[in-house]
Structures are given as structure tokens and as C-alpha cells.
């Protein structure tokens, strides 16, 4: 849940959901968080992990474990990848979020899945000139295409394999001890 910090309307989550109901196993979200993130400020941080504290909170009801890590994208998901079947990123277009995902490609020592979740028309699919010079030329392109990626509405997928037993949580935890592990049921302060 790097770039969707939603519990509703995130294809990623659903995704994930879909995937961990055919395998019989749990899903677990990640976040993490980087203290020199590009322009942050204590204004945007807040806001940031006030959001991701009602995300837990959300997810809990859902029986999803959330837990957000204090380090540099990817290093703890590349860690948690070593006892996954599967890692599911949300799409990113800001140049550091693309190399954090490339970097978690290469690295990842299981499968990993972009799923696109921010926009209305996927990027490849509405333009050939990129990027375009004026929205009279972008418009006639996407809208046509608008229609077909409306229809359908994100659906929340019943969750089948519910939270995380006592042994599997301390395992993961384990796997992510040498990251601190920001306690968001505290709550923003």
C-alpha cells in the first residue's frame, strides 16, 4: 500500500485479496516510510499516517494485517518477499516510486505484480505522443476510452483466509526485525 492508502476502491488490495483466496493464505499490507522522502514535510507526514491509521483500522475489520515499516522503499518488502508467494505493488509514475518498484522487481525473491489503481484510462492505452502538448490533443484520445474503464466498479472481495495466526505473525515480524515497526494503533501522535 505504498502510493493507495485505501481500503476501498484499491485494485492492488483486491488483487492481492483475489490471489491469496485461490493459494489459502493470509494477506498482509506494507507500508514504508522514509524520513527524507522528496519534499515531505511534518504537515504531509501527518496527514500520511493519519490516513494509514484508519487504513489499519479498515483492513483490521477485513481480518488484513497492516504494518508499516520506518525505511528507505523497497528494503523491507524486498525482506518480506522471502517468506511470500507473491508481492503485489500498486502502478506509480513519479520517477523514485518507478525505481522503487524496479528495484523491488530485481530484487524480490518471489513474484511481484503491478497493479494500475490511480488513474481512469491506463497510461499505454490513451496516447502514442508522450507527454502531450495541450489537452485538445489528449482529449479526443482518452475520452473514447473513458466509457470502457468505468463499467465495472473496484468490487471488495470476501476474504477468505482471515488474519494472521500467532506463530505466522510472529514469523513475519521476525522476518522484519531489523526494521522498526511503526506502531499505528497508537494513532498518529
Known sequence: ??????????????VAVDRANARGVPVIALFCSTANYPEANERHVGFMFEGLCELEATLGKRRISLYAAACAPPEAIVK?????CEVVVDG??????????E????????AVTEVEGECVVPQL???????????????PKVLPLVERYTRVP?????YIAGSLGDD???VFESTLSEFDL????DGVD
Open 1 to 14: 500500500v505504498q502510493a493507495a492508502h485505501r481500503a476501498t476502491s484499491n485494485e492492488a488490495l483486491e
Open 103 to 110: 528495484d523491488l522487481a530485481k530484487r524480490a525473491t518471489c
Open 92 to 101: 506509480a509514475y513519479l520517477r523514485l516510486l518507478r525505481r522503487w518498484r
Open 125 to 139: 492505452g490513451s496516447s502514442t505522443r508522450t507527454p502531450e502538448i495541450s489537452a485538445a490533443t489528449f482529449r
Open 182 to 185: 511503526l506502531p499505528l494503533a
Open 168 to 170: 505466522v505473525r510472529r
Open 80 to 84: 518480506a518477499s522471502d517468506r511470500a
Open 154 to 158: 473496484c468490487s471488495i472481495l470476501p
